[in-house]
C-alpha cells in the first residue's frame, strides 16, 4: 500500500501541476475537467477547471489533485509533501524553483542531518519540505 497525496486547488490545479511536472521531472498522466462529468452540476465558469488529475513523478509515485469550483478550499498548515532527492544539487534546484512567489519557511541550507533541506509554502498555498540524502548517523 502506498498513501497518495490528493491535492486541492481554488482554480489553479492545472497550473500548480504543470509547474510540479517541470520542477520534479513528471508528468500529467490524467486530466479530466468539471466539463468532462456526466451531467455536471456546476456552474459554466466552472467547466474548464480540473475535475481530477493525476501527476506521475519519475519514480512512479503519484500526486493527486482538483479544483474546488466553489473556491473554498481552505489552506492547511497541519501537512506538508516532502521530496527527498539523491544529491545536494538536485534538492536546491527544486527548492529554488517552488520558491518562485512562495513564503520560504526555512531557507535551504544544511542542517545536522542532511547537507541540504529547506520548507517552504509555494505560491499555490502547498507546504513543502525538500531535502538531500540524509547523513548517516
Known sequence: MTPV??????????????????IFGGEITALMRMKDMPDPAIPQSAAEMVMHATLTLPNGALIMASDNFRGDSAETSNISLTMNFDTVEAAKAAFDALADGAEIQQDFGPQFWTDGFGALKDRFHIRWQISAPQKAF
Open 5 to 22: 497525496p490528493y491535492l486541492y486547488f481554488n482554480g489553479s490545479c492545472e497550473a500548480a501541476l504543470s509547474a510540479y511536472a517541470r
